[in-house]
């Protein structure tokens, strides 16, 4: 079997092509340029490292970045009173609270703090809800990204069973809500599923995201698969086995160059839709 890889980065690319004449016109328009704000709580060096790619990102496409960071110390209320201080901003078309933030704080909390008309990643619970129900709202951007991703390379959906590893609130939740609402059937799984095997190897599409590195192999997926690994772990592996893996599957994106990409695209490209929304 010759399996197609999905290149993450290489769509992502024309995104940002595309994006560019966009944003030089907004920004002729407005005679300012908008901005990606981005939060960092603590001094996780992963967190720092994607802050990073998405100031890169932003230039790409036209944009303005600016990175807030905050010491670990941070209370929930001194961060939620840094993102109202953001909503208030009228050069700020999209706010970022890069994830994970420390313990103690109370994540979701800050996340719904986040005015939806901003919400660019995709995290507030009534951006979430909007898209559970099929309106219109700013998908969360990983799972957002996996859609399109999927769209770009003519892979329907539709009739297919899906079964999603991982039931986080950025990923894998958002991820089968979407997938629903694109007709699939879908099934999520996750470290308390009973004989996970025998049902992940049904899948039409097999999308993972539980941050464990190479933890699923060849023998979780049936011939033909289309592999989708969110992951990405220390060593620049997916929670995927791909080597493995990918002489069984139909299509399977890379770790790294798959999904990563698109994330922080569907992140840039949800930003400008906010300011010409806003601005417009």
């Known amino acids: 079997m010759n399996p197609i890889i999905l290149d993450g980065k290489k769509v992502a ?4 092509t595309a994006l560019r004449p966009r944003a030089a016109a907004l920004v002729e328009k407005l005679g300012f340029t908008p901005v990606l704000a981005t939060i960092v709580v603590g001094d996780d060096y992963a967190s720092h490292t994607y802050v990073k790619m998405k100031a890169s990102a932003c230039k790409k496409a036209g944009l303005d970045s600016r990175i807030i960071t905050l010491p670990s110390a941070t209370t929930t209320e001194q961060l939620i009173a840094e993102i109202e201080a953001l909503n208030a901003d009228k050069t700020v078309a ?13 994540e979701p909390a800050c996340f719904n703090a ?32 996996i859609m399109d ?70 023998t979780w997926v049936k011939s033909g698969v289309v592999l989708v690994d969110a992951g990405y772990n220390e060593g620049n592996v997916g929670d995927t086995d791909i080597e493995r ?11 790294p160059g798959g999904v990563g990409p698109m994330t922080i695209a569907t992140l840039i490209r949800q930003t400008l839709e906010a300011a010409e929304h806003h601005w417009t």
């Open 114 to 145: 986040i005015d939806p008309r901003k919400d660019s990643d995709g995290v507030n619970l009534l951006s979430f809800a909007r898209n559970a129900m099929g309106q219109s709202a700013f998908g969360c951007a990983t799972p957002q990204g």
């Open 94 to 106: 999209g706010i970022l609270l890069q994830h994970p933030v420390p313990e103690h704080i109370d």
């Open 13 to 16: 690319e024309s995104i940002y």
């Open 245 to 255: 893996i990918k002489d069984k599957t139909s299509a399977y994106t890379p770790v």
């Open 149 to 218: 991703l999927l769209e770009y390379y003519h892979i329907e959906v539709a009739g297919k069973l899906v079964v999603v590893i991982g039931r986080s609130a950025i990923v894998g939740k958002p991820l089968a809500m979407m997938m629903l609402n694109k007709n699939a059937t879908v099934m999520i799984c996750h470290s308390k599923t009973q004989n996970i095997k025998q049902l992940t190897q049904q899948a039409d599409i097999l999308c993972v995201g539980i941050g464990r590195p190479e933890h699923v192999d060849e």
